[in-house]
T-cell receptor
């Protein structure tokens, strides 16, 4: 499969714990995006990488959130000291030059 | 990027055409119209995009009015698997950030 992959697909954690999600974009896609989606809402933009450079971070991305793309290939999204309000689907997407991004299946986070 | 307005929900019968409208009256000349859909519990799926001309691919057709203030996504022969939320998004080619609204929830009836 040559699509965007995300791991894990589901994560249940207790409040206060740290979690890390991984995204593997489509090969040769230099743009990578993270979005968050809560129940009944459309996805919301979190952050954008062009190659290894993080070019934009949404105000939604509090200090507890950090994203990296160290070698311009896969990316990780870490949430420290999780809160119940962090429960959501975290979506990764990638593209080449156009904004027509391809999305992965998402990681569903549940914070108890 | 221009805002879009879509009906909250629609339904159509299986095998019939589904026509999903989108208003984007403030669209500027260099903004594209993109359509995505999201089937329950999956990531959004790119469907089609266009600038001025009508576009067609294996999934759908996109009809953009001459004044570009509205468009219609057409699924020519809807199947039950087309039941999803459909998002219409307007953005410049130089943009990278997709701004999703609430979309249209399409229910395809057997």
């Amino acid at each position: 499969d040559t699509g965007v992959s995300q791991d894990p697909r589901h994560k249940i954690t207790k409040r206060g714990q740290n979690v890390t999600f991984r995204c593997d974009p489509i090969s040769e896609h230099n743009r990578l995006y993270w979005y968050r989606q809560t129940l009944g809402q459309g996805p919301e933009f979190l952050t954008y990488f062009q190659n290894e450079a993080q070019l934009e971070k949404s105000r939604l991305l509090s200090d507890r959130f950090s994203a990296e793309r160290p070698k311009g290939s896969f990316s990780t999204l870490e949430i420290q000291r999780t809160e119940q309000g962090d429960s959501a689907m975290y979506l990764c997407a990638s593209s080449r030059t156009s904004p027509g991004a391809f999305f992965g299946p998402g990681t569903r986070l549940t914070v108890l | 990027d221009a805002k879009t307005t879509q009906p909250t929900s629609m339904d159509c019968a299986e095998g019939r055409a589904a026509n999903l409208p989108c208003n984007h009256s403030t669209i500027s000349g260099n903004e594209y119209v993109y359509w995505y859909r999201q089937i329950h519990s999956q990531g959004p799926q790119y469907i089609i995009h266009g600038l001025k001309n009508n576009e067609t691919n294996e999934m759908a057709s996109l009809i953009i009015t001459e004044d570009r203030k509205s468009s219609t996504l057409i699924l020519p022969h809807a199947t039950l698997r087309d039941t999803a939320v459909y998002y219409c998004i307007v953005l410049m080619d130089s943009s990278y950030k997709l701004i999703f609204g609430s979309g249209t929830r399409l229910l395809v009836r057997p």
